[in-house]
């Protein structure tokens, strides 16, 4: 998660939400990873989550990363959530939770319903997490 949280301030330095994201895999060999790029590409799909998937899927030469696991520095929205369960990341690392996305129960059915199972967890280096994202909106209201 620190790495993460490094990238998630290298894209705060560039005017983006700061968000990082790192691909490990079992091992916790480095795969990819990625800060928000949005703005920059003018790409509201350049999620750090995205951008990394991406590069994994490129470096690995597959469409599927079963195995490996994503740490992010906030909840995964719906559609980084999507491309994740698609791919077949299991586990889900993140620091800070998001109020716009379904409660952490509902997910957890969700993830746990049929044959696929998906590991979830949430509130790893939150209060890092969500003070550089609150500092971030706080800057721009200002």
Known sequence: MEMALSLAMKGLIRNEIPVGCVIVDSDNNLISYAYN??????DPTAHA?????????K?????KLHGLNLYTTLEPCRMCESLIIQTGIKRIYFGAYSNFIESHDNK?????S???????FGGISEDKCSDLLYSFF?????
Do not use: P
């Not at 470096?59 to 469409?63: F, G, P, T, W, Y």
């Not at 049929?114 to 979830?120: D, M, R």
């Open 108 to 112: 957890m059915k969700k993830y746990y």
């Open 37 to 42: 790029m949005s703005n920059e590409k003018n």
């Open 49 to 57: 989550e995205i951008l990394a998937i991406r590069k994994a899927c």
């Open 138 to 142: 706080r800057k721009l209201r200002d």
């Open 114 to 120: 049929g044959k696929k199972k998906y590991e979830y």
């Open 59 to 63: 470096k690995l030469k597959s469409i």
